[in-house]
């Protein structure tokens, strides 16, 4: 398994503002992806976060509006930028092991904007 | 891209009662991933299964992976009431997409 910390756990932000969420992982995995999940929803594919290149993103994100780094294989940021209300939502880290074949998330970042 | 369909969308139960959800694709997944997700909580893995046509238990919770690499099922015996929570199956090559979710209430 995989021991995923994602922070903030939470955050209340102003519209117009970003807002940088971080993920790391104890160990090096291949796979780093990110979600959306508004309440009650599934999970939406943001975007998969490649190490050493830019992140493939999912139709309907886009770079500027999401911008991903990954530096290395224990590490991703997801910035979320120029918030509005319709971006409150949760963001969750997730990481694929063993050669994809188990996946495991991180607490979720709950994003508020106001 | 891919769609996974899963359901019941939600399941009222009384305790100690079997529970039995599903999911299907249109396309083939190499891995089918089952997770549970209580308020507040990133989900957390139950099941993954790797071979078409296996079968794999883990304590009360039960999961197949469908001969033809579209589908799966989880199957939870003997509920009790911390089995409620979101139930979702997931299927993952090189990403991972997720089933609407099955919502789970037990009643004691």
């Known amino acids: 398994s995989a021991v995923i910390s994602q922070k903030p756990s939470r955050d209340i932000c102003q519209r117009g503002t970003s807002l940088t969420i971080q993920c790391q992982v104890d160990?090096?995995?291949?796979?780093m992806f990110w979600y959306r999940q508004q309440p009650g929803q599934s999970l939406t594919l943001i975007a998969t976060?490649?190490?050493?290149?830019?992140?493939?993103?999912e139709s309907g994100f886009v770079i500027d509006k999401f911008p991903i780094s990954r530096p290395n294989l224990t590490f991703s940021t997801l910035t979320v930028s120029n918030m509005s209300p319709e971006d409150s939502s949760i963001y969750l880290c997730s990481v694929a092991v063993t050669g994809n074949t188990e996946a495991f998330f991180g607490q979720g970042t709950r994003l508020t904007v106001v | 891209g891919q769609q996974l369909n899963q359901s019941p969308q939600s399941m009222f139960i009384q305790e100690g009662e079997d529970v039995s959800m599903n999911c299907t694709s249109s396309s083939i997944f190499n891995t089918w991933l089952w997770y549970k997700q209580d308020p507040g909580e990133g989900p957390v893995l139950l099941i993954a299964?790797?071979?078409?046509?296996e079968l794999t238990s883990n304590g009360r919770l039960t999961a197949q992976f469908g001969i033809t690499r579209k589908d799966s099922f989880l199957n939870i015996s003997a509920s009790i009431p911390s089995d409620v929570g979101i139930y979702f199956c997931a299927g993952l090559n090189n990403d991972m997409r997720f089933g609407a979710g099955t919502r789970l209430t037990v009643k004691p």
């Open positions: 299964l790797y071979k078409a046509g």
């Open positions: 160990s090096q995995v291949t796979m």
């Open positions: 976060a490649n190490q050493g290149s830019e992140a493939t993103y």
